[in-house]
């Protein structure tokens, strides 16, 4: 499969495949999505064997504006209109009753529909050429990396996809806020550039964060204890915690994800360091964490970051890519 700079020529092509039943991995603002006509059930089954998703995990469809809103869900909210009148388009999902006659295949068979409205020049341009809903979770086998360069998905899906348009790197680099606005109060279901607080201040209610007992069952992407995961084991490891754990395991090849520029290389240690600003950290996180799962390491260790709110969405990721080290 090859690669196809984003021009008008190429996002017409990318628009008639997925006429046809095509997937197109495209760029968003977030991460690069692997997209399919959300009302084609045979369309959107190649996205869950493409990733080898489950079929209960929903997926998010993108649209060209709000408008469009009332074509998939019903009963929207003022909350809904108050949130896209404030931040689309925009790095954020919005979860509401679907319409009757939604395909299933789309909402996991649940009741409710994930809609955004991407912050891309490209993606706007694909909607709006293909002029319907795409379904597009992260193009990447599930749990695993999510792409935010277009090489990124040649490396993860190969021909698995019929068309990937290359928008340059992503410019948020973390998957996308989600807030359910489907039952009586706002629930912040994942975590992204558009924090809880701002979501709070444009709604004037306080959203809710569900506890871990309803984080069991899957509402939505990315909810999974683990997930947004290396191949290779990876660890958060506090900033006092690293020196004693590199220099005790000298027989393990590991590599380092450090926030900041406290540590040099070691020669067992390979050390990549990326800026303490949650903005660029995040631009970077899943493009350095691929570099480090390049490497055939014994163990990817990753220091802890700041847990302030600007740092949620970043902290969600991490602890999630080093969840199965923790368990086991």
Sequence with gaps: MSIFNATSHTIKQAA????????VAFPTETVYGLGADARNSEALKRIFIAKNRPQDHPLIVHLASFEQFDAWACDIPDSAVMLAQHFFPAPLAIILKKRPDINIVVTGGQDTVA?????????LDLLRAFGDGIAAPS???FCRISPTQATHVLQELGDSVDMILDGGACQIGVESTIIDLSGDHPMLLRYGQIMRSELEKVLNL???????????TVRTAGMMATHYAPSTPAMLCENTAIPHFIETNTQMKMGLLSCGDAFSSYAHCTVISLPANPIIYAQNLYAKLRELDALDLDVILVQTPPQTEDWEAINDRLAKATHHFREH
């Design 16 to 23: 008639q495949c997925l006429r046809g039943g095509g997937l």
């Design 115 to 123: 809609l955004r409205v991407p912050n891309h020049p490209v993606a």
């Design 139 to 141: 193009a990447n086998r």
């Design 206 to 216: 306080n959203v809710l964060i569900p506890d871990a007992l309803l984080k069991s």
